[in-house]
């Protein structure tokens, strides 16, 4: 496992979809579509149309050995404010990543 994290900011979205990750290792893996960010260097950034993934809505950057992004959070009506409102998430280990709501 790597020893980098990865900080996810959520921007919610009204969208009937869903939403589903999961890190192995420095790949984070969106909606079954694989993110690799192991080519990711320190101080470096990668564009987000680099990767051909909707959900992604920033420019993926490292600093401090941490991998920042933003994705998009689809909600339904009448969602609770822990999704409309998220929390950044921290992840640091591999296996599915907890999503608010």
Do not use: K, Y
Request: proline share 8%.
């Amino acid at each position: 496992m790597s020893n980098r994290s990865f900080l996810i900011t959520l921007s919610p979205i009204r969208l009937d979809a869903t939403l589903s990750m999961r890190r192995e290792a420095e790949t984070l893996v969106v909606n079954d579509l694989p993110l690799d960010l192991s080519g990711l260097a320190e101080g470096g950034s990668l564009a987000a149309d680099s990767f051909g993934c909707d959900w992604l809505v920033s420019d993926v950057t490292c600093a401090q050995d941490v991998i920042r992004l933003t994705l998009l959070l689809p909600h339904g009506a009448g969602a609770p404010d822990a999704v409309l409102f998220p929390a950044p998430l921290m992840v640091n280990a591999d296996g599915p990543v907890a999503l608010p709501g």
